[in-house]
Each structure stands twice: as C-alpha cells, then as structure tokens.
C-alpha cells in the first residue's frame, strides 16, 4: 500500500493551496481517509477526514469554514483544498486511510495507511 501526497508549497497569509493524496495497493473505495499535520515542535494532530461510503466529512475546529476535503474514487485521490491560509497551519501535511467504518475519525490510531508527508509553509 502506498498513499503519496502531493501540493504542498510555499504561499502568503491569506492564499490557497489544494493537496492531494494518491493511493495504491488497496481498495480506496473501502476506506475512509483522513488528512493529519505535524508543526514543528508539536504532536501530529487532526485535521479533516471523509468517511468510505457516504463522504460524510469530519474537521477540527481550527480549520472548519476554511479548509474542504472531498475525494474522488475513480482516481483513488482524496484532496485537502485550504483557502485563507494562517501561518499557524504551516506543518507537514499527512493522508491516512483506515478501513471502512472507525469509531473516531480523528484519532491517528484508527488509520492503518500513511503517507510521507507534504510540507505547507505559509508566510506571514
């Protein structure tokens, strides 16, 4: 299984940027996938998943109304779309995928798949 991330760059306080994940060696339709991000000196933390079957979409509440994620399974990519970027979400951004169900979404434990990491850095 391999899950590769890719969008991630250098933007201004303020701009966008739409990451994605691609995903290999499994069956994505059958997993939900979650997208994660390590500042550093911090603990890797949560950042929006979308549940395997219905697309339901879960966030932390210091991205809702700023960050959407959404996937399309014929092209087994999930993709982060963050608008209004702060320089409080540089990080390295991580995919996860977990199968089917789990019983909490933000919790990394639950995912059995990740990817390297794409790192975002926003400039103040």
């Known amino acids: 299984v391999q899950l590769v991330e890719s969008g991630g760059g250098l933007v201004q306080d303020g701009g966008s940027l739409r990451l994605s994940c691609t995903a290999s060696?499994?069956?994505?339709?059958?997993?939900?996938m979650g997208w994660f991000r390590q500042a550093p000196g911090k603990e890797r933390e949560f950042v929006a998943a979308?549940?395997?079957?219905?697309?339901?979409?879960y966030y932390a509440d210091s991205v809702k109304g700023r960050i959407t994620i959404s996937r399309d399974n014929a092209k087994n990519t999930v993709y982060l779309q963050m608008n209004n970027l702060k320089p409080e979400d540089t990080a390295v951004y991580y995919c996860?995928?977990?199968?089917?169900?789990?019983?909490?979404?933000?919790?990394?434990?639950?995912?059995?798949?990740w990817g390297q990491g794409t790192q975002v850095t926003v400039s103040s």
């Open positions: 060696g499994l069956t994505f339709r059958l997993y939900s």
């Open positions: 996860a995928a977990g199968y089917r169900y789990l019983s909490d979404y933000s919790r990394q434990g639950m995912y059995s798949y």
């Open positions: 979308i549940r395997w079957n219905d697309g339901n979409t």
